[in-house]
C-alpha cells in the first residue's frame, strides 16, 4: 500500500513561518550592514569574521528556506541549530547582564521550536 502524504496543516505552516522569521530578519540586517556583524565577530577574537558571517548567513538562509518549505524541514531545522547553538553561546552567554539574559532565553525557547520541527520524523 502506497504512503500516504498529508499536507501541513495551516497552524503549522503559520507556526514555521514564524519560527524563521527571528533568522529571515537578522539575515536582512547581515546583507545590509555586513561590516558590523563581522566586526562584532572579531571582537570575540574569532578568526576569519567574515567568512563565519557568510557560512552564518548560509545556514541562516537554507535553513530557514527549508524549515518554512517543510521540504527537508529536519535539515533546515538542524542547520539553524547549527548557526544559533554556538551563536548563542558565544554571544550570549554573560547571564550576569539582564539584557543578555533575555537574548539567552529567547534563544533557548527558539531552541525549543527547532527541535520539535526536527522531531516530527517526517511528518509534514
Known amino acids: 500500500m502506497p504512503e500516504q ?6 497552524l503549522n ?7 524563521c522569521l527571528v533568522f529571515l530578519h537578522s539575515l536582512i540586517g547581515k546583507l545590509t550592514g555586513f561590516a558590523g556583524p563581522a566586526g562584532a ?11 563565519l558571517l557568510v557560512m552564518a548567513m548560509a ?5 530557514s528556506a527549508l524549515v518554512i518549505s517543510g521540504w527537508k524541514a529536519r535539515l533546515g531545522a538542524v542547520l539553524l541549530l547549527v548557526f544559533l547553538v554556538p551563536t548563542t553561546l558565544i554571544f550570549h552567554g554573560d547571564v550576569g547582564d539582564a539584557a543578555e539574559r533575555i537574548q539567552l532565553l529567547k534563544n533557548l525557547a527558539i531552541v525549543g521550536g527547532l527541535l520539535l ?3 516530527q520524523d517526517g511528518r509534514p
Open 5 to 10: 502524504t498529508t499536507r501541513p496543516s495551516l
Open 59 to 63: 545556514l541562516m538562509a537554507v535553513g
Open 117 to 119: 520541527v526536527a522531531d
Open 13 to 19: 505552516r503559520v507556526a514555521r513561518v514564524l519560527l
Open 41 to 51: 565577530i572579531a571582537a570575540k577574537g574569532l578568526p576569519l569574521a567574515p567568512l
